[in-house]
């Protein structure tokens, strides 16, 4: 497969055409951006990390009867995908109180979420992704009620499955985004699900095990990213 031309770059990620009608290949590059795109930095091998915990999470979602883009991997950093029309809505789904709805809400940090909560932002960056709710979401024509009704519903199954396969590594799983698209009337997963898209405590240290350690100074990224992913990937046991 031949990679043709660009098709959008965002933050961490570029997507290109390739010559096989209907497939694309995204691209993880080495960037890492917090708070908005506040704060960047290029941290070697990222890209190949967060490509490689992706893969292997959307291979076991797809085991479980979750539909996503993923095709494979061209290399460490390139994946192939089905091209989606995505749909610009970043779907939060939160087991454990942290990041911003502590900050924006009297919860306290850490308490447990039960059942999970499901935050919808609108994905626009000049808008710094406000949360939206169903209402907002059918009145600006970004999907029908039945459509969000399907989201929420992948997104829970896509949340149990995982706090399963990270539990079995000793790993909690605080709360992460997906975002979905659509492939011809099909709800799809899309995008990535790494480090930088999630919140993952040790369960018996509590030390973060993402982005966090970026966002917050709390020490080593690529080593924390490297662990992480080997943990992950290279587990033995599977649920
Ligand atoms: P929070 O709303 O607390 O900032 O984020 C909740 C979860 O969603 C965290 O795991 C965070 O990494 C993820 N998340 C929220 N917004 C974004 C975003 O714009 N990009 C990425 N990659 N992850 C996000």
Redesign the pocket.
């Known amino acids: 497969m031949k990679q043709k031309k660009l098709l959008y770059a965002g933050?961490?990620k570029t997507v290109y055409r390739t010559d096989t009608k209907g497939k694309l290949i995204v691209e993880f590059r080495d960037d890492i951006t917090a708070f908005d795109g506040g704060k960047k930095d290029v941290l070697k091998n990222k890209g190949s990390y967060n490509a490689e915990v992706s893969a292997f999470f959307f291979g076991y979602l797809a085991e479980n009867g979750v539909k996503t883009h993923f095709v494979k991997m061209l290399d460490p950093r390139h994946m192939v995908v089905h091209e989606l029309s995505m749909i610009p809505l970043?779907v939060?789904v939160?087991n454990i109180a942290?990041?911003?709805?502590?900050?924006n809400y009297p919860f306290k940090e850490g308490s447990k979420l039960n059942p999970p909560v499901i935050?919808i932002?609108y994905?626009d960056?000049s808008r710094h992704?406000p949360m939206l709710n169903d209402d907002l979401i059918v009145a600006l024509g970004l999907c029908t009620p039945a459509e969000l009704k399907k989201i929420k519903k992948i997104a829970l199954e896509v949340n149990r499955l995982l706090v399963k396969l990270l539990a079995a590594q000793g790993i909690t799983l605080?709360?992460?985004?997906i975002e979905f698209g659509r492939k011809g009337k099909t709800i799809c997963l899309g995008d990535?699900i790494?480090m930088?898209?999630?919140?993952l405590w040790d369960k018996k240290t509590g030390e973060s095990l993402?982005?966090?350690v970026y966002r917050f100074n709390k020490g080593d990224v690529m080593a924390t990213y490297n662990t992480v992913a080997a943990r992950i990937v290279h587990a033995k046991k599977r649920p």
């Open positions: 933050k961490a970043e939060i939160r942290a990041g911003s709805i502590v900050r935050v932002d994905k960056d992704d605080v709360d992460f985004k990535e790494s930088d898209s999630m919140r993402d982005k966090d």
